[in-house]
């Protein structure tokens, strides 16, 4: 669909394309005075092991800073920021860890199983570091 749309929401997938691609290919979609809301995982410049460990398998994470300097130079202007962790992410994880329990009770496939293993391994990460582990939100719009 090729808008223009007043918005975008990109929730936790930009890292797999990349900040400047995706802020480029959607810059033609936006509506004259529209914005692009995304989320990016960040690491703490200072981030200690349990949170390392947390986004190993990820690929580089960038801290804040180096995130925002990214929107600047594909031609966009951060509006607001937000870091996403703690409470929000214990409110996915805690029906996902109750889910999990249930499930696993009444006996799966191996296949579940296994997704069960590796989302019981997230959450016991997560919790190692919840206030290191995030996500920055930025609302953002083409740099006048």
Do not use: H
């Amino acid at each position: 669909m090729p808008g223009p749309y007043d918005l975008i929401w990109c929730a936790g997938a930009v890292y797999f394309v990349g900040i400047q691609n995706a802020l480029n290919a959607w810059r033609s979609m936006l509506a004259e005075d529209g914005f692009i809301a995304f989320s990016e995982p960040v690491l703490a410049p200072d981030a200690f092991a349990a949170a390392k460990a947390f986004w190993a398998g990820e690929g580089e994470l960038s801290d804040r800073d180096t995130v925002l300097n990214e929107v600047v130079n594909a031609g966009f202007t951060p509006i607001a920021t937000r870091d996403v962790k703690g409470a929000a992410w214990a409110a996915y994880y805690t029906p996902m860890e109750a889910r999990n329990a249930k499930l696993r009770a009444g006996g799966v496939s191996a296949e579940v199983e296994a997704a069960c293993t590796d989302a019981v391994r997230e959450i016991t990460l997560w919790r190692a570091a919840p206030d290191e582990i995030a996500y920055l939100l930025i609302l953002a719009k083409p740099a006048q």
